[in-house]
């Protein structure tokens, strides 16, 4: 049954590439490869307070990404600019 799932999981990704990937519940997929293994994941499993406080971290960073990139775009620009005069 595990190989079927990674052949099946394997061939979606390579014939459709990422957008593939994303229609699937990844905590479901990682309890049901867990189940298959045979392994316990309760005490490794993060929390919904965990995830949550993940998906805030990444939104602040994105934030923070969008609001200094073009700042630092045009400090990069200004410098190169001060370097070839």
């Given at each position: 049954m595990l190989n079927?799932?990674?052949?099946?999981?394997?061939?979606?990704?390579?014939?459709?590439?990422?957008?593939?990937?994303?229609?699937?519940?990844?905590?479901?997929?990682?309890?049901?490869?867990?189940?298959?293994?045979?392994?316990?994941?309760?005490?490794?499993?993060?929390?919904?307070?965990?995830?949550?406080?993940?998906?805030?971290?990444?939104?602040?960073?994105?934030?923070?990404?969008?609001a200094t990139g073009?700042?630092?775009?045009?400090?990069?620009?200004?410098?190169?600019?001060?370097?070839?005069?």
């Amino acid at each position: 049954m595990l190989n079927r799932y990674r052949q099946y999981f394997a061939d979606g990704a390579q014939l459709f590439g990422d957008s593939f990937m994303g229609q699937f519940d990844v905590a479901k997929a990682a309890q049901l490869l867990a189940t298959q293994h045979n392994v316990d994941i309760a005490d490794i499993k993060k929390t919904p307070e965990q995830l949550e406080e993940d998906r805030q971290q990444a939104t602040a960073a994105t934030m923070v990404d969008k609001a200094t990139g073009p700042v630092a775009g045009a400090v990069a620009g200004a410098a190169a600019q001060s370097m070839n005069q």
